[in-house]
């Protein structure tokens, strides 16, 4: 079976920083270089050729490094994490998705004994903020040790944080699921708000940084839903059905933004 090579323009582009290239032959030509060895041969030549101020600072580089990874002890491999996985979550994910779930069960079984808040479910009320701090551990500067690693290619911006983000809501959605079902919530009523809090932390995120777009938009649900629906009793208009369209225009204005300011999420800023 034939292989299709990069062609030597974008060879050549990409050895020069890639600046001269659209974004999706920048994504392309990473995943090709990933698996074909001689395409990076041939970037490697490209390199030595096209930009020699490059070629000399990783040859200084190496010079240096060598001798340190020489007498350093290589991991083993039972303790390696695939390749595979890396795409999708970070080891830092783990316990806040593992805490993530404790409030999931600890809502419902709230609800089931009759001891939340009156008429409203508290699996309602916390379904809409509950994959927020998951996404933010997901791809937050702070949390992630590989971050700098990560972030410094181009394939580690939108497709990355879309990837991590859809871990989190695989995990949370299946969970809040089986919580409105035994609770009798409609689907409709908890997933929306769901959605439209994710892709609003999203968008937000791309501006001030996810960690700090997921901690404005929880303060902002606690203070103006979660407190006065407490005190009162009374389910709020949020959580109610004629509320719906409002979520779904929310969750389709998050989306917008997410996908107009796509190249956000490759600067660093947006990881903080």
Do not use: K, N
Not at 3 to 24: F, P
């Amino acid at each position: 079976m034939s292989v299709e090579h990069a062609s030597r323009r974008i060879i050549e582009g990409y050895a020069r920083g890639g600046t001269d290239l659209a974004a999706d032959e920048v994504w392309a030509v990473e995943a090709h270089l990933e698996a074909c060895r001689v395409c990076r041969d041939r970037l490697s030549a490209a390199v030595g050729a096209e930009v020699p101020a490059v070629a000399s600072l990783v040859d200084t580089v190496w010079s240096g490094l060598e001798p340190r990874l020489a007498v350093t002890a290589t991991m083993p491999r039972g303790r390696r994490r695939p390749a595979w996985l890396s795409r999708w979550m970070t080891p830092t994910m783990v316990p806040w998705l593992a805490m993530v779930m404790s409030v999931t069960l600890l809502a419902l079984l709230l609800d089931l004994g009759d001891t939340g808040s009156g008429e409203v479910s508290l699996v309602l009320l916390f379904a809409p903020v509950l994959p927020v701090l998951g996404v933010a551990a997901s791809w937050s500067r702070g949390l992630d040790p590989a971050y700098e690693l990560t972030a410094s290619v181009p394939r580690a911006g939108l497709p990355l944080v879309l990837r991590r983000t859809a871990s989190v809501l695989g995990v949370v959605v299946p969970a809040l699921l089986v919580g409105g079902w035994m609770t009798g919530v409609m689907v409709a009523q908890w997933l929306l708000p769901c959605l439209a809090f994710t892709a609003t932390t999203l968008a937000l995120g791309g501006v001030v940084g996810g960690t700090r777009a997921a901690v404005v938009l929880a303060a902002v649900w606690a203070a103006v839903v979660v407190a006065p629906t407490l005190a009162t009793s009374r389910t709020a208009f949020a959580l109610q059905t004629g509320g719906l369209p409002v979520w779904g225009l929310i969750l389709a204005l998050g989306i917008g933004v997410v996908i107009a300011r796509r190249g956000a999420y490759s600067v660093l800023g947006a990881h903080r």
